[in-house]
């Protein structure tokens, strides 16, 4: 896996390889979970999709626009804004898709960002990145190991769609690497309050579509579904909590993307100018 020098470093050439595509037609993000594969593809394509959906509209913030809403499936969640500055779509894809380690720095709710894997997924063709996160949610701490896809589509926006890493989309020797190394980062969090535990999630699928803005160059638009392990009890006492704290953490993590797309250009223009040096 690249370091951030070696990533820093490679900025000078093309980094990126993704699938060029497009919504029309029979576009399909590729998933591996075939449930949110489905769900997503409807979320897409049907412009009219969250037509009967309440909104909650924000001025003066890095998003401007939140839907939440629960079903059997568990919770999906919307949230877009054009970050209250211009980054360019590449940039914002690019953070996405290999910078969300320096999300931390920003979000201190966020305890692990940690990059463990990359390559092109066998069943969508997609370059990939796995990155695992362990979230504090205050009344319980989230883990979740993610596998996102870099999708370019043909009118230069970009589609970075994710999903639950699970054992059926890696190697045996990747799986077993990944859980050593998720097993080190729950030891950053040291004893847990008697009310609190580390819950894993059943499944979470989502996208994130970068589109142009209309006040700033662009539009970041989250959508994403998320389902708690049914089998943890400590849920059945804070179920009417979740979507305050999901909204909060969708805030939170909005917030914290802006910030750390600002610093990856930062630093990317920092290392071509060192570059440019006699």
Request: net charge neutral.
């Amino acid at each position: 896996m690249l370091t951030r020098r070696q990533a820093l470093k490679s900025l000078m050439v093309p980094l990126l390889v993704p699938i060029r595509s497009s919504l029309a037609g029979s576009f399909d993000l590729g998933l591996h979970n075939t449930q949110g594969n489905q769900l997503l593809n409807n979320v897409l394509q049907n412009p009219n999709y969250w037509s009967s959906t309440d909104a909650s509209r924000y001025t003066g913030e890095h998003y401007d626009e939140i839907r939440l809403s629960s079903g059997a499936d568990g919770y999906l969640a919307y949230i877009s804004g054009e970050g209250k500055q211009s980054f360019t779509a590449r940039d914002v894809a690019e953070t996405i898709f290999q910078h969300q380690d320096l999300i931390p720095r920003f979000m201190p709710s966020l305890i692990s960002a940690k990059y463990i894997g990359e390559g092109v997924a066998p069943y969508n063709n997609r370059p990939y990145t796995d990155i695992y996160f362990l979230v504090d949610l205050k009344i319980l701490y989230m883990s979740v190991p993610l596998r996102t896809y870099l999708i370019e589509q043909d009118d230069g926006t970009y589609i970075c769609a994710i999903e639950l890493i699970t054992e059926k989309m890696t190697t045996p020797k990747q799986w077993t690497n990944y859980q050593n190394i998720i097993a080190r980062e729950k030891e950053k969090i040291g004893d847990l309050w008697f009310f609190q535990s580390i819950v894993p999630v059943e499944y979470v699928y989502g996208f994130y579509h970068i589109t142009p803005g209309t006040t700033h160059e662009s539009r970041v638009t989250l959508v994403t579904q998320v389902k708690f392990s049914s089998n943890d009890s400590i849920l059945a006492s804070i179920a009417t909590e979740l979507p305050f704290v999901l909204r909060q953490g969708m805030q939170a993590g909005f917030n914290g993307s802006v910030a750390a797309c600002r610093v990856y250009r930062e630093l990317r223009e920092q290392n071509r100018n060192t570059s440019l040096k006699p």
